[in-house]
């Protein structure tokens, strides 16, 4: 596709229930970052995949986080058992490779638990 | 560890006024240094970025920054802003020698004032 595509672009979750977003990266990009930016605040990074390895998860902030890139492209990010201090919007970079390269953005998804 | 420093939350300016956004940084290797911008409803878009060499960068929409080492400083200025420059505007670091997530300032809200 011509940019990075979030999905979905809202999602309201009751407490304690386990959600998926979805990355669908640019065609060819190596790398693929999560960051969590909740309101008012800056992007915060959580995890980064080269290809289908995961480099850096040192930003998850808890067990309840899991992502993943099993074939290098299409990224989910799995939060299980949501608690209300997850809400935030997930954004979802990536890049050809390296901090070099330009990080490109898709819309985020806004993720409300109520 | 490295930071990101972003003092002023909003920054109210003049249309066809000069602007500084100003952006600190603390880091205790190498950097490399960026500023995104969000249009409202949009994602985040590169506006420019410093690698190396000289140390005054330029984006295409008349926006400049200039990285001063002593200071640990990358403050983004533009010499007359257009109402279509209002904007959410982030800086951000990332480290030469580490992982290749972004570390975010908290941003700055510019509001542009007929």
């Known amino acids: 596709g011509a940019g990075v595509s979030q999905s979905p672009r809202y999602k309201v979750a009751k407490r304690g229930q386990d959600v998926a977003l979805r990355c669908d990266p640019i065609?060819?990009?190596?790398?693929l970052f999560w960051y969590q930016q909740a309101l008012g605040q800056g992007p915060e990074f959580l995890t980064y995949f080269q290809n289908e390895a995961q480099l850096d998860k040192s930003g998850l902030p808890s067990d309840r986080f899991f992502a993943e890139r099993p074939e290098g492209s299409v990224s989910t990010l799995k939060i299980q058992r949501t608690q209300q201090e997850d809400s935030a919007v997930y954004l979802c970079a990536s890049s050809l490779s390296g901090i070099k390269n330009i990080q490109y953005f898709g819309a985020g998804t806004r993720l409300s638990v109520l | 560890a490295q930071s990101v420093t972003q003092l002023d939350s909003q920054v109210p300016v003049f249309e066809e006024a000069p602007v500084e956004l100003r952006c600190n940084y603390s880091?205790?290797?190498?950097?490399?240094l960026f500023w995104y911008v969000q249009y409202p409803n949009q994602g985040l878009q590169l506006l420019l970025k410093?690698?190396?060499?000289?140390?005054l960068v330029e984006s295409i929409n008349g926006f400049e920054a200039e990285f001063n080492k002593s200071q640990t400083s990358f403050h983004l200025r533009k010499p007359s802003v257009h109402i279509s420059d209002t904007a959410e505007y982030f800086c951000a670091v990332a480290s030469g020698g580490g992982a290749d997530g972004l570390t975010f300032g908290k941003g700055t809200h510019l509001i542009i004032q007929p």
């Open positions: 880091s205790s290797v190498s950097v490399y």
């Open positions: 065609s060819g990009h190596v790398s």
């Open positions: 410093y690698l190396s060499g000289s140390t």
